[in-house]
């Protein structure tokens, strides 16, 4: 059996863990708590929870406009349960999510490109064009 659950909504959300998670990562360690707060207010969320404790060891969120298109991002599992399905977990969820699954899906990422691959993204080429937040 699982050690681990994944919960779905903003409210299934712990706040402060998840600012934890962030700081682990290299695109978001910087971010604080009130723009973390706002991103999850109007983002699809998704948790991976330890089933004793309720403590939160994973993240991810969608952003979407529910028609065309959803935006995978903020993709992280704490360092010390990377590497047993957790990340997978957190994708299967979302590719089964009935709201955004028949959209056009994006992300942006260094790594993890395998995994990404498994659920049909493909590299981007030099269509996609970004802009750095200030």
């Not at 059996?1 to 299934?12: H, N």
């Not at 604080?32 to 991103?39: L, N, P, R």
């Not at 990422?109 to 937040?133: C, P, V, W």
């Amino acid at each position: 059996m699982s050690q681990y659950i994944i919960k779905t909504g903003k409210d299934a959300m712990h706040l402060e863990e998840v600012k934890a998670l962030l700081e682990q990562s290299y695109w978001a360690n910087t971010r604080d708590i009130e723009t973390i707060k706002k991103s999850i207010d109007y983002s699809l969320c998704y948790g991976a929870f330890l089933k004793e404790t309720d403590k939160q060891i994973g993240f991810a969120r969608v952003v979407t406009d529910y028609a065309t298109l959803y935006y995978i991002c903020d993709v992280i599992v704490d360092e010390s349960y990377r590497g047993i399905g957790i990340g997978k977990a957190l994708l299967d969820t979302i590719h089964s999510n009935k709201e955004v699954c028949s959209l056009k899906g994006i992300l942006a990422t260094n790594d993890a490109h395998e995994l990404y691959r498994k659920y049909g993204f493909q590299e981007g080429g030099s269509i996609y064009m970004g802009k750095a937040s200030k």
